[in-house]
Structure formats: structure tokens, C-alpha cells
């Protein structure tokens, strides 16, 4: 009995997988297709490698602390060593504060890149969305994602039409 039931409900879930509709889309490629993604890359870029340039230089400054008071610690007195100990100790907290506030989990950059990029995303996948909803589509699979898709017909991949619905120009 519960051998029956089992082959039937694997029977009757392949005739409805059967019936789906399914496409792909490469979002790399129609990533690298809009020109404000890329744009918003190198604005993130240029930040970040200047965020990255303030935090290099106060951490360049805690070494040279450091340094001068290892050239030094033989002729200051306990009092001065004591000061200069905490002077390199705060430098290298501002390094870490600053390092953490831009590059952190919720830091600076993550919030540039959410506000660059999450608009983009958006267009995307209501695109993506209107061309399922017309076609039919349940499922659309994201090809340029570690899936495992070991082959795909391209007569199935809609990322030119993602491109086309959100209107650029085709590069394929």
C-alpha cells in the first residue's frame, strides 16, 4: 500500500513538473550589459580604495608611533613610556574603528553599494518578472549562479530579452 501511494505521488509530481515552464538568465551578461552597473562598480571601487588609503595612513602613523617609541624606550621614564604606550594603543583603535565603520558588515560601503546597486537589481528582476508573467514562466534559473547546470539549450536563456524589456542594445 504505501509502496502505491509513494509511486503515485511521484507520478503525479512528474506530470506537473512536467507542465512547468522554466528559463534561464545569465546575470552576469546582462549585468556587464548596463552600463550604470558597471558605473556603480567603479564608484564603488574609487571609494573604497580611498577609504582604504585613510585607514592605511593611520595605521602607517600607530607603526611610526610604535618604532619611535622602540628607538626611544630606553631613555623615557616610566610616566612617558606609559603615555606613548597609550598614544599607539589608540591610534591603532582609530584604524580598527575607522576600518570597521567603512568595510564592516554594516559599514559604509555596504550601505553605497546597497544604495548604487539595489535600484538596478530592482529593474532587473521586474523585467525578469514581466517576461515570466507573459510567457508563462514558473521557474527562472540564474545560469551565471554555481548551480550546477552542466547544460542548458540557449533557445531557453531569456537574458536578451531582460535586456532588451529594460532597453539596451544586445552585445552577444
Known sequence: MK???LCLLLGLFAIGASAQKFALVDMEYILS???AYEQANEQLNQTSKRWQAEVDAIETEARNLY???QDEAAFLSA??????EQAIIDKEKEASDLRKKYFG???ELY???VALLEPIQTEIYEAVKAIAQTKNFQVIIDRSADNGIV???????ISNEVLQKL???VRR
Open 3 to 5: 509502496k502505491t501511494l
Open 151 to 157: 547544460f542548458a539549450s540557449p533557445t531557453i536563456d
Open 167 to 169: 532597453g539596451y542594445s
Open 105 to 107: 558588515p554594516e559599514g
Open 111 to 113: 550601505k553605497k553599494r
Open 79 to 84: 610616566e612617558q613610556k606609559q603615555t606613548r
Open 33 to 35: 550589459n548596463i552600463p
Open 67 to 69: 618604532k619611535n617609541y
